[in-house]
């Protein structure tokens, strides 16, 4: 199992950047994913999730408003869209898939089984 996360790079304060997570699980349908965050010297924390079909999406409260996940399983690919970015959105963003999670979502790392190798997103102020 692969999940080849993309997209981050360097970018300005008030910016934004679109982050895509493409999965080699099958079928990709059946499996709920998050994506997540580390910087360095700090706990890997919560993002975003989004359930097997779409239907459900959960952010953490500081998210809401400037990013949106969404996904197109026909693409196997997961995506993290992120506007008015903030110097405190830099960090390593991590996608993550689990099966286990059946129509809900999950903001738990420990949940997810598969995790993805990480894009560094820096914002610069």
């Known amino acids: 199992v692969q999940l080849q996360a993309s997209g981050g790079g360097l970018v300005q304060a008030g910016g934004s950047l679109k982050l895509s997570c493409a999965a080699s699980v099958r079928p990709f349908s059946l499996y709920a994913m998050g994506w997540f965050r580390q910087d360095l010297g700090k706990e890997r924390e919560f993002v975003a999730a989004?359930?097997?079909?779409?239907?459900?999406?959960k952010y953490v409260d500081s998210m809401k408003g400037r990013f949106t996940i969404s996904r197109d399983n026909a693409k196997n690919t997961v995506y993290l869209q992120m506007t008015s970015l903030k110097p405190e959105d830099t960090a390593v963003y991590y996608c993550?898939?689990?099966?286990?999670?059946?129509?809900?979502?999950?903001?738990?790392?420990?949940?997810?089984?598969?995790w993805g190798q990480g894009t560094q997103v820096t914002v610069s102020s």
């Open positions: 993550a898939a689990d099966r286990s999670i059946l129509s809900n979502v999950a903001v738990t790392a420990g949940t997810y089984e598969y």
């Open positions: 989004i359930s097997r079909n779409g239907g459900i999406t």
